[in-house]
């Protein structure tokens, strides 16, 4: 009965220091206005939003033993910095930041894995991760973001996007001011984008849709689909291995180039006006040609030792000049 009893009281014990170790710990701080905020975190996750108060209110939530880890309040005359610090090798636990700011606070923000959420700002934005996820939504200028394996999803951006990523997905949408983006085997979804838009995969898919601007969207394997496209400038939509489709929301009214190697390449003028020169390349021996409008040249080329068809016409002006290229796909043109 005495040894139960023993065994009752450690295993008690146990459950009582488990429960010290991992309890929820809270700390409030509130710091005034600063001109850039900044955040670097091990695995933290941080959420930060436009708040009602003129100052930076900071709320961190953790249950790491206060022996392993540290939080970190730096205030310099133009900046707030706050970061974690681990101490040892055996640290379990969590740790949550929630941050409300002034909307014209800059924020750059980093972190190994931890994941970031940020709505409403009017400055500028940069954030880094490892492997957290990143969810952007209503900022007002410059944004600014890359993450190896993390997922990345932008909305309603209003100043230049440059985005990327080794491994993660990326979406992107309401963005006004030019999107740059590049993925090494992430897939890319951009809905309603207007301006540069500059767009490259490695080995995932890229989706467009409703975007206005000068593009260059290209990938190694992958398929590239845009669709109500209207072009600004001369753009280039290009595979090496997928298709490349591509639907105009009006005719165009800039040079265009359409090429894959291997896949298919495909312009739909969707019921517009066809204007312009329009040349088709393709292998003359694995490769096919087609219009709904007949050539006015056709011949064939020699190109890296194989041959090629060749194909032209001319209908209404001499440009734009439409260019749809493939070796072992198709080139075509829908109307």
Same mark, same amino acid.
């Given at each position: 009965?005495?040894?139960?009893?023993?065994?009752? %009281?450690?295993?008690?014990? +146990?459950?009582? &220091?488990?429960?010290?170790?991992?309890?929820?710990? $809270?700390?409030?701080?509130?710091?005034?206005?600063?001109?850039?905020?900044?955040?670097?975190?091990?695995?933290?996750? *941080?959420?930060?939003?436009?708040?009602? @108060?003129?100052? +930076?209110?900071?709320? &961190?939530?953790?249950?790491?033993?206060?022996?392993?880890?540290?939080?970190?309040?730096?205030?310099?005359?133009?900046?707030?910095?706050?970061?974690?610090?681990?101490?040892?090798?055996? *640290?379990?636990?969590?740790?949550?930041?929630?941050?409300?700011?002034?909307?014209?606070? @800059?924020?750059?923000?980093?972190?190994?894995?931890?994941?970031? #959420?940020?709505?409403?700002?009017? !400055?500028?934005?940069?954030?880094?991760?490892?492997?957290?996820?990143?969810?952007?939504?209503? =900022?007002?200028?410059?944004?600014?973001?890359?993450?190896?394996?993390?997922?990345?999803?932008?909305?309603?951006?209003?100043?230049? @996007?440059?985005?990327?990523?080794?491994?993660?997905?990326?979406?992107?949408?309401?963005?006004?001011?030019?999107?740059? +983006?590049?993925?090494?085997?992430?897939?890319?979804?951009?809905?309603? =984008?207007?301006?540069?838009?500059? +767009? @490259?995969?490695?080995?995932?898919?890229?989706?467009?849709?409703?975007?206005?601007?000068?593009?260059?969207?290209?990938?190694?394997?992958?398929?590239?689909?845009?669709?109500?496209?209207?072009?600004?400038?001369?753009?280039?939509?290009?595979?090496?291995?997928?298709?490349? $489709?591509?639907?105009?929301?009006?005719?165009?009214?800039?040079? &265009?180039?359409?090429?894959?190697?291997?896949?298919?390449?495909?312009?739909? %003028? !969707?019921?517009?006006? #066809?204007?312009? %020169? %329009? $040349?088709?390349?393709?292998?003359?021996?694995?490769?096919?040609?087609?219009?709904?409008?007949?050539?006015?040249?056709?011949? =064939?080329?020699?190109? !890296?030792?194989?041959?090629?068809?060749?194909?032209?016409?001319?209908?209404?002006?001499?440009?734009? #000049?439409?260019? #749809?290229?493939?070796?072992?796909?198709?080139?075509?043109?829908?109307?």
């Amino acid at each position: 009965m005495k040894r139960f009893k023993s065994i009752l %009281f450690l295993a008690s014990l +146990i459950l009582l &220091l488990n429960f010290m170790t991992y309890a929820q710990k $809270e700390v409030n701080k509130s710091f005034t206005a600063k001109e850039t905020l900044k955040i670097s975190t091990v695995s933290g996750d *941080c959420t930060i939003k436009k708040g009602t @108060s003129e100052k +930076i209110l900071v709320n &961190l939530k953790y249950t790491y033993s206060d022996d392993c880890f540290e939080y970190i309040f730096n205030e310099g005359e133009n900046y707030l910095k706050i970061e974690e610090d681990f101490h040892g090798n055996n *640290c379990n636990g969590k740790s949550e930041w929630s941050i409300s700011i002034p909307t014209n606070i @800059s924020v750059k923000f980093n972190s190994a894995s931890g994941d970031l #959420i940020l709505n409403d700002i009017d !400055n500028n934005l940069s954030a880094n991760t490892a492997s957290g996820d990143i969810e952007i939504k209503n =900022v007002g200028k410059k944004v600014k973001i890359s993450t190896a394996s993390g997922n990345i999803k932008l909305e309603n951006i209003n100043g230049d @996007s440059d985005i990327s990523t080794a491994s993660g997905d990326i979406t992107a949408q309401n963005c006004k001011d030019g999107l740059n +983006i590049s993925a090494a085997s992430g897939s890319i979804i951009a809905a309603n =984008v207007i301006g540069e838009i500059n +767009i @490259s995969t490695a080995s995932g898919d890229i989706k467009l849709t409703g975007a206005k601007g000068e593009f260059s969207v290209k990938n190694a394997s992958g398929n590239i689909e845009a669709e109500n496209i209207e072009l600004n400038e001369e753009s280039y939509f290009s595979s090496a291995s997928g298709n490349v $489709e591509v639907i105009l929301a009006n005719s165009a009214a800039y040079n &265009l180039t359409l090429s894959s190697a291997s896949g298919n390449s495909v312009l739909d %003028f !969707n019921s517009n006006e #066809i204007i312009g %020169f %329009f $040349e088709f390349l393709a292998r003359a021996d694995k490769g096919e040609i087609i219009s709904p409008i007949k050539f006015d040249k056709e011949e =064939v080329i020699e190109k !890296n030792g194989k041959d090629y068809d060749l194909k032209s016409f001319t209908k209404g002006n001499n440009s734009p #000049i439409v260019k #749809i290229k493939t070796a072992s796909g198709k080139a075509e043109l829908k109307k």
